[in-house]
């Protein structure tokens, strides 16, 4: 099992970098902190 964890830093641009890291490294488990991000964008970017 994999886990990620990451502060965002409130950086709203994100969601790629987050995509790139749980796709590439086939995490299980990604908790993000300071995340103000838009997370339906990454859901959806993830189950696609």
């Known amino acids: 099992m994999k886990i ?3 502060n965002t ?3 709203t641009m ?3 970098y987050i995509r790139d890291i749980i796709i590439d490294n086939k ?3 990604a ?3 300071e995340y103000h991000a ?3 964008n990454l859901k959806d970017m993830l189950y696609l």
Request: glycine share 0%; charged share 15%; hydrophobic share 55%.
């Open 27 to 29: 995490v299980d488990i």
């Open 14 to 16: 994100i969601n790629p």
């Open 38 to 40: 838009d997370i339906s």
């Open 9 to 11: 830093c409130k950086n």
């Open 31 to 33: 908790i993000l902190a």
């Open 4 to 6: 990620v964890f990451w």
